[in-house]
């Protein structure tokens, strides 16, 4: 469940041609799909959810490169302030939820509670056992009101996590993913393995399956789990009114103020010719 570290397995990189040319026909159904959630009025959620540096964040990337942000909309909640550890747990997730027409692509979702909280001590036995009990009966609300839900896994072995971690370590452009907690992450490898089976086995319904994606290679991983959302939601395509540009006015009238009268930013490019 873990992944592998072989080598071989590295070396069977999916070739950036093949996956390039297959993501870009990906997201072009993924823009089909959008426009299918936003005409039949439905509600897409999808999680992403692993460790850290299993990739979550970069496939929401690709998935989200062409869509319209007034349509699908991205949440990462920070760490919850003192008033929302007083709410009822899910009580803040409820609030970005999609309304008709929307989807939210969850970058780490309620499951907090089943992974960090519970392997860092920032709930309680009984608030962690308290979740497990809830969980399913919260998504299976949620889906018999009509929402369609989506729950990933990024599964990637403990070697893969540590170079990518190391990478992030000596990359300044990479840094601000890094936090105390990322890298206490190596150090409970195990009690977080641990923690995950028992949330797989409590959380992974009928209602609301649990989908691995194996993340060793980060493009196999984008290209199948995109693939996969689109075969589980039936869309369809929905036909677009053409559109024309009007004619412009010819009328001449209009006279633009002198240059002098702005501010213009300095031509920096310049510098670079």
């Not at 496939?59 to 869509?67: D, F, H, M, P, Q």
């Not at 309620?110 to 056992?129: D, K, P, S």
Request: some cysteine; overall charge positive; charged content about 30%.
């Amino acid at each position: 469940m873990a992944g592998t570290s072989d080598p071989a397995e590295q070396r069977n990189r999916l070739p950036r041609a093949v996956y390039e040319r297959e993501l870009f026909q990906l997201q072009a159904e993924l823009v089909k799909l959008q426009e299918w959630v936003r005409a039949e009025n439905q509600r897409l959620v999808v999680l992403f959810e692993g460790r850290d540096a299993a990739g979550k964040g970069s496939t929401i990337k690709r998935v989200t490169e062409y869509l319209n942000p007034r349509v699908a909309r991205i949440v990462a909640l920070p760490a919850p302030t003192e008033r929302e550890r007083t709410q009822w747990y899910f009580q803040r997730y409820v609030a970005q939820l999609p309304a008709a027409g929307e989807v939210v692509l969850f970058d780490r979702s309620w499951y907090n509670r089943a992974g960090v909280e519970r392997v860092m001590g920032f709930c309680t036995e009984e608030e962690h056992r308290c979740f497990l009990e809830q969980c399913p009966v919260f998504e299976r609300l949620l889906v018999d009101d009509g929402l369609l839900l989506r729950k990933y896994w990024f599964s990637i072995s403990r070697a893969e996590q540590a170079r990518r971690l190391r990478k992030r370590v000596e990359d300044p452009m990479r840094q601000w993913k890094l936090s105390n907690v990322d890298l206490d992450s190596v150090a409970h490898w195990d009690e977080y393995s641990r923690a995950r089976d028992g949330m797989l086995a409590a959380t992974d319904t009928p209602e609301s399956p649990w989908y691995l994606v194996e993340s060793e290679d980060k493009r196999r991983a984008r290209i199948n789990m995109i693939a996969h959302l689109l075969s589980s939601v039936p869309y369809h395509e929905v036909p677009r009114p053409r559109m024309e540009l009007p004619t412009r006015s010819s009328s001449g009238s209009y006279r633009r103020p002198p240059r002098c009268a702005f501010k213009y930013v300095p031509d920096y490019a310049a510098k670079l010719e």
